[in-house]
């Protein structure tokens, strides 16, 4: 798919009754020239504005910059969760924090390219990247702890296959001998098909162990994924294995092998084995290995949330109160059904936290509303595509805007001394954004540091256009300037051409 530009509603303003265009003003109507500046969020900025971001993952993009895109489906802890391998990240990690994870340092591979859900997915290519998973205290496969309803599933992409891989194994035993009642988990390829088998893992009334077993599917489609799920409803005892969603096995763990009420439950031996072993022998690749104390639902679970993902940018500082927003534009690439729908808000504070502060409004409203603010903050919503299951790409987001100029000086200053004082009078600034005035006084041409019973210099006369400077010291001659200031209140703006006079009692 092309990338897309998505345009926003670039506007026109009205200030002052000379209208700015988007490049260039009117000549000879006596105003500045609109000066436009550009924000990009990134591309070369690299996403650093972004403050907040839920279900999103910056990868590499187009022009040697990254992209933002909605980050996989992954399955979270539950409290029903025993065991959930995510292979997201390393150091590897059980979700559910009821097993430790022994593996040879640096054994463990991740693949970024292949992965099912998620970051990343288990890469085995040899026997040092099995995984040995060690019980905590907490988990179900303590010694004689008992089971009810449970469910084992993963995503498997297998390279080869042969008898003895493992995916899963598990060994315990109820007695010290060894060969006294062996019980035994395995989910692994016999006779090249894979079967989930139980060996004295559930029991009997009388405690005696039943070996039953699930034939998988006798063919797995070299490198491509599929997803299993084996099932135990501790009510009815049905006991059933499940590949992307269709039954190709089951049966009944009971007297009679059908639902008739005698139903036989799981119990951990006494002597467990030294921990349950993933991917031994295995070759492919795993990725979300989940164990859950319930009876699951087949859940086809999409390459990416179906809710999406968005990102939230920091508040930009426009500068000033008195900046305009003129255009909120994107660069992004949206297959199929997929979509970008991008939001802005604005602030004259900027908020500590991200995701409080006014309504977000869609960029639709960029014609018609008063975009004039201190602050602006930007939204990004991301949906991914459902029948195809490909997320759009979203390369930049630019704002751009024009800043609040400080106001022109006054053209004219004139200075009127008197006996002990002098009377400053100015032409007001005709800007709408000016606020008021500050005086500039001092003994030295261009330093303005006076001192006297005026008060201290600049002083802030507000909105007037006039005023008498009073204590001054009569023959002393003083320099004086004036600057209006806008919202800003910035103490930068240009002064007004300098005037001087000297007091003295001949002007009382």
Partial sequence: MPIVKYEGLMRKRTRGGVTLLLITLLAGMGSRAMTQETITIGAADDW??????ERILVVEGRRGFRDAVIEPFSFAAQPTTELLLQFDSLPLRDS??????????????????????????????GEEDALLLQPRIDSAFMPGREWSSFSMSFFLYPATLY???AVFLWEANEGRDADFRRQEIFVGVEGRALVARFANFFVTPENNGVTVQLDGPELLVPRQWSHHLIRFDGTSGLLEYLVDGRPVDLTYVSATGRQDGSVFYPR??????????????????L????IEHAFLSDEDAPVFPDM?????????????????????????????????DLFYRLAELQSRDPIDGPEWLPISTLETADLTSRFVQLRA????????????????IRVTYEP????????????????????????????????????YYGEQSGRYFGNAGAGSSPIDVGPSISVVLEGLENGRLYFFAVQAYDESRESRHAMSPEVAARPSRVHR
Avoid: C
Avoid at 48 to 53: E, K, P, V
Avoid at 287 to 290: A, H, K, Q, T, V
Avoid at 317 to 337: F, N, R
Avoid at 417 to 438: F, K, N, Q, T
């Fill in 163 to 165: 008898d003895g891989d």
């Fill in 268 to 285: 951990i031996a006494e002597f467990p084995g030294d921990g349950i072993r993933v991917a031994e022998g295995f070759v492919g690749a």
């Fill in 48 to 53: 650093s504005r972004i403050a907040h971001s």
């Fill in 381 to 396: 919503d991301l949906y991914p595509d459902p029948t195809t299951g490909v997320t759009p790409r979203l390369s930049e």
């Fill in 96 to 125: 559910s924090m009821n097993y430790s994870i022994l593996t040879t340092p640096g054994a463990s591979e991740l693949s970024t390219s292949i992965q099912r859900t998620g970051r990343g997915a288990l890469l085995i290519d």
């Fill in 287 to 290: 990725d979300e290995l989940r």
């Fill in 308 to 340: 999406g993902g968005s990102l939230l940018t920091d508040y930009i500082d426009l500068g000033s109160p008195g900046a305009e927003v003129l255009d909120i534009s994107a660069v992004y690439d949206d297959p199929g059904l997929s979509d970008v």
């Fill in 404 to 439: 609040d100029l400080p106001p022109l000086p006054p053209a004219r200053l004139l200075a009127v001394p008197g006996d002990g004082e002098v009377l400053l009078e100015w032409s007001a600034v005709l800007e709408p954004d000016v606020r008021g005035y500050r005086v």
